[in-house]
């Protein structure tokens, strides 16, 4: 079996299979699962992902629809952000403080940061990459094995962001704050995630492992290995009884 994908949550796991998603989670000393099947995906979502320097919107489309609530909330953040922020606003009721764009990413960046490492989150991300790690090497899987794995993954998301920071640092540097550096970097950035070139792949997964290892994750106790091994069984049995 082949995983699509993979993410933590505040007290779960979810694994992505081939035709369903599999989430399993620790709740009042039980662990329950739930299996979805997946959307198929949309005509047009499909050309879009065939087009380069346009597919990264097409993906980023996708998870707005998915993950609208944690948009909204961002947009409310900086909405709130610009109003205290501008240095153009004549409020005697707030400080005014210049901030332009790089400041703003490393803002959310340090805050998502933040909420990773005080929460179980960390936890259930580290837990989900030993067990992916694990189940690639060998699908017989047990506690000894899991334990055995490294915390960070070559496929996760974290990897598309440093390739992505990357590409805006650089291009802010030469260009400053702009909204088309911002959409530019994304899609330079989208591609060389997707296409890994050798050279310049090295690197990013370099910062990225380590950005995983000290920002993104934390080290899982049993019961967060234990979900996370119940979410990839429940998948590899769906996925396999739906070949039959």
């Not at 997946?38 to 047009?44: L, P, Q, T």
């Amino acid at each position: 079996m082949k995983i699509y994908g993979g993410r933590a949550g505040y007290n779960s796991v979810t694994f992505t299979g081939e035709k369903y998603h599999v989430v399993a989670r620790f709740k009042e000393g039980k662990i329950t699962t739930e299996t979805r099947r997946k959307n198929r995906d949309k005509k047009i979502t499909i050309i879009l992902s065939k087009i380069p320097f346009v597919r990264s919107f097409s993906m980023l489309f996708d998870l707005i629809i998915e993950y609208w609530r944690r948009f909204l909330a961002m947009v409310i953040v900086l909405f709130l952000m610009e109003l205290l922020f501008n240095e153009r606003s004549n409020s005697i009721f707030l400080y005014t403080i210049p901030i332009n764009s790089l400041e703003m990413l490393l803002f959310f960046l340090v805050l998502y940061c933040l909420i990773i490492k005080s929460t179980s989150i960390g936890q259930y991300h580290a837990a989900e990459h030993q067990i992916a790690n694990a189940f690639e090497r060998d699908p017989n899987l047990t506690l000894e094995k899991v334990k055995k794995q490294p915390r960070t993954h070559n496929d996760c998301g974290t990897n598309l962001v440093i390739s992505f920071f990357i590409c805006y640092v650089l291009l802010f540097m030469i260009f400053g704050d702009s909204a088309w550096v911002l959409l530019v970097s994304w899609i330079i950035g989208y591609e060389v995630w997707r296409n890994e070139p050798k050279v310049i792949w090295n690197l990013i997964l370099i910062i990225g492992k380590g950005a995983q290892y000290l920002l993104f994750t934390s080290k899982p106790k049993e019961k967060h290995l234990i979900v996370a091994m119940e979410a990839i069984t429940r998948l590899e049995e769906k996925e396999l009884a739906n070949k039959k």
